[in-house]
Nanobody
Framework: QVHLVESGGGLVQAGGSLRLSCTAS????????LGWFRQTPGKERQFLAA????????EYGDSVNGRFAISRDNHKITVWLKMNSLAPDDTDVYYC?????????????????WGQGLQVTVSS
């Protein structure tokens, strides 16, 4: 059974940083694009970042504005999202995901495997 398990969320003050982690099991995701999304209840899921199997080619969403950095380790089957200069608007539930194919994509529908979600709250 496939599992994507996120960790590292929680409460942080505005201007602070967090590093989210996501570890995959139950399937070999070495060749899959891995990504991060976030979602506010009642709204569509928003793309944040993705990284391909080479661990070096990345794509970021407009809302990131250079503040977030995605990385991965294929040996550990883990992907991270380092978030800096956090603001209250970054308060959301954050999800890691694995794409169905190894094509760098921002589309939610291209991701077939999802974590359970992780709350990040940024206080002002």
């Amino acid at each position: 059974q496939v599992h994507l398990v996120e960790s590292g969320g929680g409460l942080v003050q505005a201007g602070g940083s967090l590093r989210l982690s996501c570890t995959a099991s139950g399937r070999d995701f070495t060749d899959n694009v891995l990504g991060w999304f976030r979602q506010t209840p009642g709204k569509e899921r928003q793309f944040l970042a993705a990284i391909d199997w080479t661990e070096s080619i990345t794509e970021y969403g407009d809302s990131v504005n250079g503040r977030f950095a995605i990385s991965r380790d294929n040996h550990k089957i883990t992907v991270w999202l380092k978030m800096n200069s956090l603001a209250p608007d970054d308060t959301d539930v954050y999800y890691c995901a694995a794409a169905i194919q190894n094509i760098l994509t921002v589309r939610e529908s291209d991701y077939g495997y999802w974590g359970q979600g992780l709350q990040v709250t940024v206080s002002s």
